[in-house]
T-cell receptor, first 113, second 112 residues
Framework: DGGITQSPKYLFRKEGQNVTLSCEQNLNHDAMYWYRQDPGQGLRLIYYSQIVNDFQKGDIAEGYSVSREKKESFPLTVTSAQKNPTAFYLC????????????FGPGTRLLVL | QKEVEQDPGPLSVPEGAIVSLNCTYSNSAFQYFMWYRQYSRKGPELLMYTYSSGNKEDGRFTAQVDKSSKYISLFIRDSQPSDSATYLCAMSETGANSKLTFGKGITLSVRP
């Protein structure tokens, strides 16, 4: 059963702490994306990766970091430099970077303690 | 002017109503247009996908694109309570490295 999984479903971060959100896909897609969704706002692109070992900053990359060591995995780290991290984080993938159709995971809700 | 504007809502309709959801955009280079449906606390799911101008129908859903007016619509016929969700429009330019630009989404509630 192909799809995108994200874990955990809920994540709590303390002040000054780095946290990592997991995103895995078994769709054999080349491109993967991380978005942030805030209430009343559309999805904003944080980082994207077109291929393994390569990634680019999106519109709101400050305070975040990513890696793409495997095709199926694209973890997102929310660093302590991100001063307003409370949001719903969505991972997506597409067949390749030139394909417009993106498929989304179930999301991770990050809350600050 | 934001690149993609979507009516903020929320929108509440009785069961069986015809629903019209709309987005306008400013970037004339957009060629691909999508509608995503997002249930509460879930990830968005692709509902409709259209290239360039024209209509596309899938069951109770019709997507319409008018590039001359930079306006896209999603029509839902015979709306059901299960259609209650947030609807996001998204669009992109053509070619490699094209990124999706999303509207803010509109929350629809269909009353039984």
């Amino acid at each position: 059963d192909g799809g995108i999984t994200q874990s955990p479903k809920y994540l709590f971060r303390k002040e000054g702490q780095n946290v990592t959100l997991s995103c895995e896909q078994n769709l054999n897609h080349d491109a993967m994306y991380w978005y942030r969704q805030d209430p009343g706002q559309g999805l904003r692109l944080i980082y994207y990766s077109q291929i393994v070992n390569d990634f680019q900053k999106g519109d709101i990359a400050e305070g975040y970091s990513v890696s793409r060591e495997k095709k199926e995995s694209f973890p997102l780290t929310v660093t302590s430099a991100q001063k307003n991290p409370t949001a719903f984080y969505l991972c997506a993938s597409s067949i390749d970077a030139g394909t417009e159709t993106q498929y989304f995971g179930p999301g991770t809700r990050l809350l600050v303690l | 002017q934001k690149e993609v504007e979507q009516d903020p809502g929320p929108l509440s309709v009785p069961e069986g109503a015809i629903v019209s959801l709309n987005c306008t955009y400013s970037n004339s280079a957009f060629q691909y247009f999508m509608w995503y449906r997002q249930y509460s606390r879930k990830g968005p799911e692709l509902l409709m996908y259209t290239y360039s101008s024209g209509n596309k129908e899938d069951g109770r859903f019709t997507a319409q694109v008018d590039k001359s007016s930079k306006y896209i619509s999603l029509f839902i016929r015979d709306s059901q309570p299960s259609d209650s969700a947030t609807y996001l429009c998204a669009m992109s330019e053509t070619g490699a490295n094209s990124k999706l630009t999303f509207g803010k989404g509109i929350t629809l509630s269909v009353r039984p």
